[in-house]
C-alpha cells in the first residue's frame, strides 16, 4: 500500500471515529484527551493495563460508574424509552471528587449542543461562579477544533464570554447561580450541586430559599419538552433530592416517582458498598466492601475519610444517605457508642426476629439482632435539669448520684431475602454461634412456624404478641433509647441499624422498618422485664419476683 492510498484509509479512519463521536458521547469525550497527560505519582500501571498501555493517568479513563452515567445521558439526548418510559429527568447522586460534573456538566452539555446546535442550555449551579467556570470549561470544548471536526461549526463570533455564549447554529448557553434570572428559555436544563455546604444545608432559611428557587425561577424557564440533569452530592434529608424523592427511598437506582408525581431515573452511586441493600441496588453492581472508581480512590484514601467526616457526613456525602437526625422516632443522636474493642461481659442476651413469609412479604427482607445486657457503672444524671440545679442553690453539699445501672449493646445484626427453609437454618446455626439465652420472635404465620421448628431443634424460642401497632411500640421503646441505656460498638453494621431505625416510619406497609421493628421489640423486651433501667425507674422492684429474676437472667 502506497502512501496515498495510506492516506486516504487515514481520512477514512478519522471520518469513522468523526461519525461515532457525534453518535456516542462516549468517543466525543475521548477525542478532547489532550496529546500528553500527566503521570500521577504513585500511580502503579500494572494495576490497570489499559491505562499502561496508553500511558495515561486513571482519572482520565472512563470507570464503570462513568460509563454508566454517559449511558444515561445519551439516552436522554435521544428522547429514547428506558424501561418503558421517555428519560427526561436524570438524578445523578455520587460522593465528591468522583467526575460526576466532568462528564454531565461540561462533556455532556457540549456534546449535546454539537447533535442540537439551535437549542438553548441553563446550566445552573449554587453560585454565579462556579456556575461560569463550568461555561467555561463547555465554552472550550465547543470552540476547539475537535468539535469543529466532528460537527462542522462551533462557536459564534460575536458572544463567547464564559457564562453566556453562543454556538454558531444560534443556540445559546446560559450559567445561573441560584439567584433570580429572566429572559431565558431551556431545553436543556443543568443542575449541578445546588447546596454550598452543611452551613447552607443546615440553614432551614437556605434549603427552603433554594426550593422556592427550583419552584419559582428554575422550572418555569424550561421549555415544555425540556430535558433536565440534576448531578448532586447529598448534604441533607431535606435538600432538593430529600424534596423531590420520595421519603421511603432506600438508594435504589432506577425509576422513581418523585412526589409531585413526576418520574425520575436515579443513578446513586455509593463510596463504599457497606450492607446488603447496597450491593443489591449498585448500579455498577459491586460486592461487599467493593469501593467506587478503584482506579483513582484508595481503600486507605476513603477509610481515612470515613473515620475523619463522622458518621453523619460520611453517610451524606460519600453513601448518598443523609441521617435524619432531628425527625424520626429513634434518633442517632441518643446511641451511646462503646469506647472498648470488645464488648462488655454481658448477664443475659436475646436474639430478635422479624420474618417476611406472609402473603405479600414476598418482597421483604427478615431480619434480626442480637443484645447484651450488663452492668454499667456511671453517673446517673436527673431528667429534669431545671429542678437539679435548683437543688444545687438550695443544697451546696448535693452532688449527683454516682452509680451504675443496667443497660445493653447491640452484639450482632443480620438483614436477608431468604426462603423459610434457609431462615430456619440460618436461625439454627446462629442459635449454636451466640447460643443467646432467649430467641424471640414476632407472633404471625410465618413466626409461629420458626418458633416451633427451633423448639424442636432445643433452641429458647419465644413469640412476642404483636398487640400494638408498630408506632405506639417505637414511641415506648424510644424511652430508653433517650435515656442513654443503649450502646453500639463501632462497626460499619452498627452504622446500618442505627440509620435504619432513624429513617424508619414505623407505618405498616412501608419499606425499612424490619430491622427496626426487631430493635424495637427487643427494648421494649428488655425494659418491660427489668433488665434495662432509665433514670427513673425505683432502684428495688418489690413486685417482681426472685424466681422470674433467675429464669429471665438464665
Not at 475519610?305 to 432531628?326: D, I, V
Not at 470488645?342 to 418482597?363: F, K, L, R, W
Not at 457503672?377 to 436527673?382: A, N, S, V
Request: net charge negative; charged share 30%; hydrophobic share 35%.
Amino acid at each position: 500500500m502506497n502512501r496515498v492510498e495510506l492516506e486516504i484509509v487515514a481520512e477514512r479512519l478519522v471520518a469513522l471515529e468523526h461519525a461515532q463521536a457525534r453518535k456516542h458521547m462516549s468517543v466525543y469525550s475521548a477525542l478532547h484527551l489532550p496529546d500528553q497527560l500527566e503521570q500521577d505519582v504513585g500511580f502503579n500501571r500494572l494495576d490497570h493495563p489499559v491505562a499502561g498501555e496508553l500511558d495515561i493517568a486513571p482519572r482520565y479513563i472512563p470507570a464503570k460508574h462513568h460509563q454508566i452515567e454517559i449511558e444515561k445521558l445519551e439516552q436522554l439526548e435521544s428522547g429514547k424509552e428506558v424501561d418503558g418510559r421517555v428519560l427526561n429527568r436524570l438524578l445523578i447522586l455520587a460522593p465528591p471528587g468522583s467526575a460526576k460534573s466532568t462528564y454531565a456538566s461540561v462533556m455532556f452539555p457540549a456534546w449535546y449542543l454539537g447533535k442540537h446546535p439551535k437549542h438553548d442550555v441553563i446550566a445552573s449551579s449554587q453560585t454565579q461562579d462556579l456556575a461560569d467556570r463550568f461555561g467555561r470549561r463547555c465554552r472550550n470544548l465547543v470552540a476547539s477544533q475537535v468539535h469543529k471536526d466532528v460537527f462542522g461549526a462551533g462557536l459564534a463570533s460575536d458572544q463567547r464570554a464564559a457564562g453566556a455564549w453562543t454556538t454558531a447554529g444560534g443556540g445559546e448557553y446560559k450559567a445561573v447561580g441560584v439567584a433570580p434570572f429572566a429572559g431565558r428559555r431551556g431545553d436543556l436544563i443543568i443542575s449541578d450541586d445546588l447546596i454550598r455546604g452543611f452551613k447552607d444545608a443546615d440553614s432551614a432559611t437556605v434549603r427552603n430559599s433554594t426550593w422556592n428557587w427550583i419552584l419559582g425561577d428554575l422550572r418555569p424557564r424550561m421549555k415544555p419538552k425540556a430535558k433536565w440533569v440534576y448531578i448532586t452530592t447529598r448534604w441533607h434529608s431535606d435538600d432538593p433530592v430529600g424534596r423531590t424523592l420520595p421519603d421511603n427511598w432506600n438508594g435504589k437506582s432506577g425509576w422513581v416517582m418523585a412526589k409531585d408525581g413526576e418520574w425520575w431515573y436515579v443513578l446513586s452511586f455509593v463510596a463504599v458498598i457497606e450492607t446488603e441493600e447496597e450491593m443489591e441496588y449498585d448500579p455498577c453492581k459491586r460486592k461487599m466492601g467493593e469501593i467506587l472508581w478503584p482506579e483513582w480512590y484508595t481503600v486507605k484514601m476513603l477509610t481515612q475519610e470515613r473515620r475523619s467526616q463522622g458518621r453523619r457526613n460520611w453517610n451524606a456525602l460519600y453513601q448518598q444517605k443523609p441521617r435524619e437526625e432531628e425527625g424520626g422516632i429513634l434518633k442517632a443522636m441518643y446511641w451511646r457508642e462503646w469506647q472498648h474493642e470488645a464488648p462488655p461481659q454481658c448477664v443475659y442476651v436475646i436474639s430478635v426476629y422479624d420474618t417476611a413469609m406472609e402473603e405479600g412479604e414476598e418482597n421483604d427482607y427478615s431480619a434480626r439482632t442480637s443484645w447484651g445486657v450488663f452492668w454499667h457503672e456511671e453517673e446517673l444524671k436527673p431528667n429534669n435539669i431545671a429542678e437539679d440545679k435548683k437543688r444545687q442553690e438550695l443544697e451546696p453539699w448535693y452532688v449527683p448520684h454516682i452509680g451504675g445501672r443496667y443497660c445493653c449493646i447491640l452484639l450482632e445484626a443480620w438483614q436477608d431475602k431468604v426462603t423459610f427453609p434457609d431462615l430456619r437454618q440460618l436461625a439454627k446455626s446462629h442459635y449454636r454461634q451466640l447460643k443467646p439465652d432467649r430467641v424471640l420472635v414476632e407472633k404471625k404465620v410465618s413466626g409461629h412456624s420458626l418458633i416451633q421448628e427451633l423448639r424442636r431443634s432445643g433452641v429458647p424460642a419465644y413469640g412476642i404478641p404483636a398487640d400494638r401497632s408498630k408506632l405506639a411500640r417505637a414511641h415506648t421503646a424510644a424511652v430508653v433509647l433517650e435515656d442513654g441505656c443503649i450502646f453500639y460498638m463501632p462497626r460499619r453494621w452498627s452504622d446500618e441499624v442505627i440509620e435504619r431505625c432513624s429513617r424508619a416510619s414505623f407505618v405498616k406497609g412501608d419499606p425499612g422498618n424490619d430491622m427496626p421493628d426487631t430493635v424495637v421489640h427487643a427494648w421494649n423486651y428488655l425494659r418491660k422485664h427489668w433488665h434495662l433501667q432509665t433514670t427513673d425507674d425505683p432502684e428495688e422492684e418489690e413486685d417482681y419476683e426472685e424466681s422470674d429474676t433467675a429464669r429471665l437472667f438464665n
